[in-house]
């Protein structure tokens, strides 16, 4: 990956709507060589998706809550990372060292939405011995 490369993700990441003429006036180059190196991009996994940064309080979702959770069972824990690839309220999922397993990082209506999460989607999990919650 060279400066020009760079600068088309620096691009992209400000704003992912812009044209490759736009992203190519910033880097020097033709939109036809924007689009190679966007390809080569995604071929070399540089970049992941393409998203939308959605307003999370626009679409209703104005909790936002981390929970970090011990998990008991080595053999529980990949049950439990698939558990929370399929949750939508997911948005992030770390793996830790320490006293607890993993930090969840959560988007959610309201406090309610938050206790039904942890009581039905999170808790029920087999290895699940503890939880902590943050509201943010």
């Known amino acids: 990956m060279d400066a020009t490369d760079r600068i088309i993700l620096d691009r992209l990441q400000a704003d992912g709507a812009q044209t490759y003429a736009e992203i190519g006036a910033a880097a020097g180059l033709s939109p036809s060589a924007v689009n190679d190196r966007l390809k080569r991009l995604r ?13 999370p309080i ?62 039905d989607r999170l808790k029920p999990l ?3 011995v503890r939880t902590h919650t943050l509201i943010a």
């Open 43 to 55: 071929a070399e996994k540089v970049i992941r998706r393409m998203t939308a940064d959605i307003d």
């Open 58 to 119: 626009a679409v209703g979702l104005s909790l936002l809550a981390f929970v970090l959770v011990a998990v008991s069972e080595p053999q529980g824990e990949g049950r439990f990372r698939e558990a929370m690839k399929a949750a939508p309220e997911v948005l992030e999922c770390h793996h830790l060292t320490g006293e607890f397993s993993y930090l969840l990082k959560l988007r959610l209506r309201d406090t309610a939405h938050l206790e039904q999460f942890l009581m």
């Open 126 to 128: 087999a290895g699940v």
